[in-house]
Structure formats: structure tokens, C-alpha cells
């Protein structure tokens, strides 16, 4: 399975989950899915024992079967870092992979085409993806009672398959051209 190969790889971090759905063939994924790796230890040559990542889409869920990506949510920090996401995952994208991404640079939904993938991006300013991804597609808590944790990501797919962006699709260098400037609140910790 293709989430069973990519966690041998040292690509899945922080996971939450990872494992296999009720329907055969399907695995899911809930963490942050490693774009860049860290390096290596001092001294080891094991490829799982690296420092922290150096990209990562965070909070993302994954559906997937044996050799391709069926459906990726998460938050990118950057729309500049879609194309890093492309090259190294693009064995296992396609046409129909079902993506809703949060970014934190972008003001106002958007819709870009990228190598031959359908990205629909929605802004994000805070709260956990996860959260803000079932409100956006009017999941209710009560629609994934007593589903496996695993199954949980395919009711988010089969929602996202019908998600629309209302906005026209615009191409990856238009898009750059409207990303804004991310203020950080400086405050952190008790006052």
C-alpha cells in the first residue's frame, strides 16, 4: 500500500494516524506529510533517522490506495510550495486526485490547475485543518459517528468530491500573483 511505503520512507511525520479503511484496498492518513526531509543524523545512514523536516504539509488527511493518491487535504504555509509538493509526490497524483488545500498567503478561494492536478485552495488564518475542512464541506459530527478513525477521511473525500470553488480557474503564476503577506501576532504565552 502507498501509505505503508511512504511511512517505511520516513514521509509520513506527526502522524495521528495511519492504516487501513473498512474498504478493501484503502488506506488513510492523518498528520503532517514530509516535502522536504530533514538530514540524516550525524552518523547514521538509516533514512528514518533524520532531524525534523524541513517542509511538511501540515495537518493533512490522505486517502489512498495501492499506487495512487485518491484524496489530500492540509495546510500549506506558501502557494509557492505546491510545485515541491508535484515533484515529489506526482508518481502518485492525477487528474482525479480530489485536493482541498488550506494556505495561509492566499485572501479568497482559489482554483488552479497545475501539472494536470485540479488544486482548489481556500484561505487560512487559523484552528485545526481538520475542523475547518468539515465545516467547509457541511460534515456534521454526527455524519462520522461510529466510523473508524480511517473512514472518517473517506466521508471528508466523498464530501470534497462535490466541494466548488466559485471563482474561475486561474493559472499557477496568476495565483502567485495574488498571495498577501502573512502578519504574525508577535504575543505568545501568558500576559
Same mark, same amino acid.
Given at each position: 500500500?502507498?501509505?505503508? !511505503?511512504?511511512?517505511?520512507?520516513? +514521509?509520513?511525520?506527526? !502522524?495521528?494516524?495511519?492504516?487501513? /479503511?473498512? =474498504?478493501?484496498?484503502?488506506?488513510?492518513?492523518?498528520?503532517?506529510?514530509?516535502?522536504?526531509?530533514?538530514?540524516?543524523?550525524?552518523?547514521?545512514?538509516?533514512?528514518?533517522?533524520? $532531524? !525534523?523536516?524541513?517542509?511538511?504539509?501540515? #495537518?493533512?488527511?490522505?486517502?489512498?490506495?495501492?499506487?495512487?493518491?485518491?484524496?489530500?487535504?492540509?495546510?500549506?504555509?506558501?502557494?509557492?510550495?505546491?510545485?515541491?509538493?508535484?515533484?515529489? @509526490? #506526482? &508518481?502518485?497524483?492525477? *487528474?482525479?486526485?480530489?485536493?482541498?488545500? @488550506?494556505?495561509?498567503?492566499? &485572501?479568497? *478561494?482559489? #482554483?488552479?490547475? @497545475?501539472?494536470?492536478?485540479?488544486?482548489?485552495? +481556500?484561505? @487560512?488564518?487559523?484552528?485545526?485543518?481538520?475542523?475547518?475542512?468539515?465545516?467547509?464541506?457541511?460534515?456534521?459530527?454526527?455524519?462520522? =459517528?461510529?466510523? /473508524?478513525?480511517?473512514? $472518517?477521511?473517506? /466521508?471528508?473525500?466523498?464530501?470534497?468530491?462535490?466541494? $466548488?470553488?466559485?471563482?474561475? *480557474?486561474?493559472?499557477?503564476?496568476?495565483?502567485?500573483?495574488?498571495?498577501?503577506?502573512?502578519?504574525?501576532?508577535?504575543?505568545?504565552?501568558?500576559?
Amino acid at each position: 500500500m502507498l501509505l505503508e !511505503t511512504y511511512d517505511s520512507q520516513g +514521509l509520513l511525520w506527526i !502522524t495521528t494516524l495511519v492504516g487501513k /479503511t473498512t =474498504k478493501p484496498g484503502l488506506s488513510a492518513f492523518r498528520g503532517d506529510l514530509v516535502l522536504i526531509e530533514g538530514a540524516l543524523r550525524e552518523g547514521s545512514t538509516n533514512i528514518r533517522d533524520r $532531524k !525534523t523536516p524541513e517542509m511538511v504539509i501540515n #495537518q493533512s488527511a490522505v486517502l489512498a490506495d495501492s499506487d495512487k493518491i485518491l484524496f489530500i487535504n492540509g495546510l500549506f504555509f506558501k502557494l509557492e510550495h505546491i510545485p515541491i509538493f508535484v515533484e515529489k @509526490y #506526482q &508518481a502518485a497524483l492525477s *487528474p482525479e486526485t480530489v485536493t482541498l488545500f @488550506y494556505v495561509e498567503n492566499i &485572501a479568497s *478561494p482559489l #482554483q488552479i490547475n @497545475y501539472e494536470g492536478i485540479n488544486f482548489r485552495l +481556500l484561505p @487560512y488564518k487559523e484552528g485545526m485543518v481538520w475542523n475547518e475542512t468539515l465545516e467547509a464541506l457541511y460534515i456534521e459530527k454526527s455524519d462520522l =459517528k461510529g466510523q /473508524t478513525a480511517e473512514d $472518517k477521511v473517506i /466521508t471528508m473525500f466523498e464530501a470534497a468530491k462535490g466541494f $466548488k470553488i466559485k471563482s474561475a *480557474p486561474v493559472s499557477f503564476e496568476e495565483a502567485l500573483s495574488q498571495t498577501i503577506e502573512v502578519k504574525k501576532d508577535a504575543s505568545v504565552g501568558p500576559v
